[in-house]
């Protein structure tokens, strides 16, 4: 899994590619997000559109970054999840603690309905 972290408007937008499945990548998520904390930067959107695969490790991941950034006063949003991770999020309930839109315009937008 790599991924990219870009600005976009009132957030930051991180794309995801490849198999989410954490280990080693969770902790190099886990200190971009505490880097983005920091600069007072907890509006994230979790683009998915090119994952190809996600594990429980993966969504735990997501999990973790979620509880990050709200304890942080932020909050993490997903965008693009694919119909396979869309079902993964629907067969273990997460679907009802992640806000999840289908484009990535939507979830940046999202932010400003506060």
Do not use: W
Request: charged share 25%.
């Amino acid at each position: 899994m790599s991924f990219n972290v870009s600005e976009r408007y009132n957030c930051v937008v991180i794309e995801f590619k490849g198999n989410v499945m954490g280990g080693p990548d969770a902790v190099s998520l886990n200190e971009k997000l505490h880097e983005l904390i920091e600069k007072k930067q907890t509006n994230i959107v979790a683009d998915l559109s090119k994952v190809k695969f996600m594990n429980s490790s993966g969504l735990g991941m997501l999990i973790g970054a979620l509880t990050t950034m709200r304890k942080a006063g932020g909050d993490l949003r997903i965008a693009n999840a694919t119909d396979k991770i869309e079902s993964l999020l629907i067969i273990t309930k997460l679907i009802t603690v992640f806000k999840h839109y289908k484009s990535l315009d939507e979830a940046v937008q999202s932010f400003e309905e506060k």
